[in-house]
C-alpha cells in the first residue's frame, strides 16, 4: 500500500454493506484482472465476456488500459515506474468497484509480476482473479492491426513489452485462457463457465 502523505485521514464506513448490494444484484463483486501481451485476445475477451454477463442480468464495468490513459492516467508513461503506478492506480478503482458489487474486467498488459501482487494483496480474499490471456508472440503479431510490433521492432516504440520490455507471465493464475487458434467464444465460455463454478454468478 501507498504511504499517506496526510495522516489526518478516517475512513468512513456508510450504512449500506457489501453483502446487501451483492444480495440485491444476486452476483458477486470481483475484479477479473485479464493479463498477456499486446494482442493476445485481453480487451476482446473482456468486452465480449461483460455483454455475455449483461445479457443474463449482471453489473458489469471494464477497466480497459488504452481508455484509463485518456484520463485518471493521462500523465503517466511506460518506463517501469510509470507501468507500475498505472497498474497501482488502477488496482484501488477495481477494489471499490468490488466493494460496489460489480464484476469488472481489467483489460492490462500488466507485464510485472510483483505489480499485479500487490493488487491481490489488497483485495479480499476471492476478490482477485487473474486470467492470463497467453497467446504466443507469432499470435500477437499476427494480430497487430495497429502495427505497434513492427514500429517496436523497428525501434520506433521504446519499451514495448515482449519487444523491448520484459513480460512476466503469471505463477499461479485463477485461469489461464490460451487464445492461441481459439475463438473468442471458447475463451469467453471458459471464462464465464469458471465464474459460475465459483459461485460469482448467483441467481
Not at 478516517?10 to 477479473?32: K, P
Not at 458489469?60 to 497501482?88: A, K, M, Q, V
Not at 515482449?162 to 512476466?168: N, Q
Amino acid at each position: 500500500m501507498a504511504e499517506l502523505k496526510s495522516k489526518n485521514l478516517t475512513w468512513h464506513e456508510g450504512q449500506v454493506t457489501r453483502d446487501s448490494r451483492e444480495a440485491q444484484l444476486g452476483q458477486r463483486g470481483c475484479t477479473i484482472w485479464l493479463t498477456g501481451l499486446s494482442g493476445s485476445g485481453k480487451s476482446t475477451i473482456a468486452v465480449a465476456a461483460e455483454k455475455a454477463l449483461n445479457d443474463r442480468g449482471k453489473l458489469t464495468y471494464i477497466l480497459d488500459g488504452d481508455n484509463i490513459r485518456h484520463g485518471l492516467n493521462s500523465n503517466l508513461g511506460f518506463s517501469p515506474e510509470d507501468r507500475s503506478e498505472n497498474i497501482r492506480r488502477i488496482g484501488e478503482v477495481a477494489k471499490l468497484f468490488t466493494d460496489a458489487g460489480v464484476i469488472v474486467f481489467t483489460s492490462f498488459i500488466s507485464p510485472y509480476r510483483t505489480d499485479r501482487d500487490r493488487v491481490r494483496e489488497i483485495m479480499g480474499e476471492g476478490d482477485f482473479l487473474e486470467v492470463y490471456v497467453a497467446a504466443s508472440l507469432e499470435t500477437c503479431e499476427g494480430r497487430d492491426v495497429k502495427g505497434l510490433y513492427a514500429k517496436a521492432r523497428k525501434g520506433e516504440i521504446p519499451e514495448f513489452t515482449g519487444i523491448s520490455a520484459p513480460y512476466e507471465e503469471p505463477e499461479a493464475p485463477e485461469l489461464v485462457v490460451d487464445t492461441n487458434g481459439r475463438s473468442v467464444e471458447e475463451s469467453v465460455a471458459q471464462l464465464v463457465e469458471h465464474l459460475e463454478k465459483k459461485g460469482y454468478l448467483s441467481a
